[in-house]
């Protein structure tokens, strides 16, 4: 596993452990209905990517991650191809901006050095 991959990992962790400190709200939903809701939410998702809260679909996740369960990602391929296609396209305009791309890379590096930091810590 590269550092990116790790870095990723960790981020999931720690969303997973947040909704475990608050509680697990959703603990008592149905499955059918935590499934149902997280579709909808990818579709809106899809549709309103740079005004979408991330909160309850990240709860939903976190709850099926709990129990063992994946989202049914097959059931949202065409959002998520859509959320891919937009997230392209975000990417080039970052690459022909050379002041975002850099503003880019050095945040995306300080996230990445903080993690290093942090995991070398841990195990020291």
């Not at 997280?38 to 990517?49: C, G, P, Q, S, V």
């Not at 975002?100 to 810590?121: C, I, N, Y």
């Amino acid at each position: 596993m590269d550092i990116v991959e790790a870095w990723a990992e960790n981020e999931r962790m720690e969303r997973l452990q947040d909704y475990l400190k608050r509680g697990r709200k959703l603990a008592d939903a149905p499955l059918e209905e935590l499934r149902t809701r997280w579709m909808a939410l990818i579709r809106e998702e899809a549709e309103n990517t740079d005004a979408f809260d991330h909160g309850e679909e990240q709860d939903i996740r976190s709850e099926m991650a709990v129990r063992k369960v994946e989202p049914p990602f097959d059931l949202v391929r065409d959002a998520l191809d859509a959320m891919k296609a937009k997230a392209k396209e975000r990417w080039a305009k970052v690459q022909h901006d050379p002041s975002r791309a850099l503003q880019f890379e050095l945040e995306l590096r300080r996230k990445l050095a903080r993690f290093e930091a942090d995991s070398r810590r841990r195990t020291s």
